[in-house]
């Protein structure tokens, strides 16, 4: 199967610093990401459908000025979280499409934010 | 939301068949079956999808009743490794169609 990788798997910061994680799908071309978050003994909610080229289309609640995300390569797509808070404290995980071939979702290994 | 429904755990003695149960009595005809399972602290792994049919591959088997409003999935032989949160969900294929996914199975396959 595809492999999407992420970076850093882990990450611990200050409140009111920015982190940008690294969504990248190592073995095929994806025109469309997706970026999820889950809590703790939660389940995963999406939070914003990335697109090569364009910008992110983001769920109702998810504040797209918080959660920057880019989409620059086919390969390629970040997220960053600015001005972190405690709150959003969180694993992030995403997820990409193989162009062309919609049948399978490949999800990276998430990203794990702590937020002081 | 999620359009699907699961019982929230299961237990599976190890080397027996793990039987997972779906209900998903709104789903469209256009819409397909995905069971994904997510292991502790990874990122959700893509078992299996059918639309009508069974489907079988190395890793389960998806068995969808003829009316399609359940399915169940089937790990032939459990093992330790097995224990993990299944996902199923319906989408429809096409396009950036996003996965919905609902709180799952936690199934525990003890020794």
């Known amino acids: 199967g595809a492999v999407v990788s992420q970076h850093p798997s882990w990450v611990i910061c200050k409140s009111g610093t920015s982190v940008k994680i690294e969504c990248r799908s190592l073995d095929f071309q994806a025109t469309t990401m997706f970026w999820y978050r889950q809590f703790p003994k939660q389940s995963l909610m999406l939070m914003a459908t990335s697109n090569e080229g364009s910008k992110a289309t983001y769920e109702q609640g998810v504040e797209k000025d918080k959660f920057l995300i880019n989409h620059a390569s086919l390969t390629l797509s970040t997220l960053t979280v600015t001005s972190a808070h405690p709150e959003d404290s969180s694993f992030y995980i995403c997820?990409?499409?193989?162009?062309?071939?919609?049948?399978?979702?490949?999800f990276g290994p998430g990203t794990r934010l702590l937020v002081l | 939301d999620a359009k699907t429904t699961q019982p929230p755990s299961m237990d599976c003695a190890e080397g027996r068949a793990a039987n997972l149960p779906c209900n998903h009595s709104?789903?469209?005809?256009?819409?397909?079956v995905y069971w994904y399972r997510q292991i502790h602290s990874q990122g959700p792994q893509y078992i299996i999808h059918?639309?009508?049919n069974n489907e079988t591959n190395e890793m389960a088997s998806l068995i969808i009743t003829e009316d399609r409003k359940s399915s169940t999935l089937i790990l032939p032989h459990a093992t330790l490794r097995d224990t993990a949160v299944y996902y199923c969900?319906?989408?429809?294929?096409?396009?950036?169609?996003?996965?919905?996914f609902g709180k799952g199975t936690k199934l525990t396959v003890n020794p």
């Open positions: 997820s990409a499409f193989a162009s062309g071939r919609w049948e399978t979702q490949y």
């Open positions: 969900i319906v989408r429809s294929q096409g396009g950036s169609e996003k996965l919905v």
């Open positions: 059918g639309l009508k």
């Open positions: 709104t789903i469209s005809g256009n819409e397909y």
